[in-house]
């Protein structure tokens, strides 16, 4: 099903060598209804930063059940990690980036792939600057398409 998340990598032969606390963000891209969004945990502003390249007029309302639950995951996660030093990280930033809208109801997980490859959270990434369609559109075409569109 492609609205649920499997969270607990803990037991993961992949997830076993990873080294969370090394890193400055986290990406977990969540699919819901066909639609992908993306739920970054900033490890350096402290801060859970929710991506979405479509527009929703009641945006946090839409997204906060699943943005919930994976920073909830976080929080526990680092919990184990840093302790009492997470306590502060219940603070969630909703971006609808509007130079980011997808012009099409299928291009969703190209948004994600890209900012996985380029966002540099809230105050410096360059997709939040100047940033074109055509970028996206010339991007996709070295992506194989898989078949599922949202």
């Known amino acids: 099903?492609?609205?649920?998340?499997d969270l607990d990598?803990?037991?993961?032969?992949?997830?076993?060598?990873?080294?969370?606390?090394?890193?400055n963000l986290w990406?977990?891209?969540y699919c819901d209804n066909?639609?992908?969004?993306?739920i970054c945990v900033n490890i350096k502003a402290e801060i859970f930063e929710v991506l979405d390249s479509l527009r929703h007029k009641d945006f946090k309302e839409y997204y906060k059940p699943m943005a919930d639950?994976?920073?909830?995951?976080?929080?526990n996660y680092m919990k184990t990690q840093f302790a009492e030093k997470t306590v502060k990280w219940e603070r969630v930033?909703?971006?609808?980036?509007e130079k980011v809208t997808q012009p099409d109801q299928k291009s969703c997980g190209m948004y994600i792939i890209r900012w996985m490859r380029h966002w540099?959270?809230?105050y410096n990434s360059a997709l939040t600057k100047d940033w074109k369609?055509?970028?996206?559109?010339?991007?996709?075409k070295g992506v194989p398409d898989v078949g599922h569109h949202s």
Request: with cysteine; glycine share 2%; charged share 25%.
């Open 133 to 140: 369609r055509i970028d996206l559109i010339n991007e996709r």
């Open 93 to 97: 930033i909703w971006f609808n980036l």
């Open 27 to 29: 990406f977990f891209p």
């Open 69 to 75: 639950r994976v920073v909830q995951y976080a929080i």
């Open 120 to 122: 540099e959270g809230k």
């Open 1 to 5: 099903y492609y609205n649920k998340v």
């Open 9 to 23: 990598i803990t037991n993961k032969e992949w997830a076993k060598n990873l080294s969370f606390t090394e890193c």
């Open 34 to 38: 066909k639609h992908y969004i993306m």
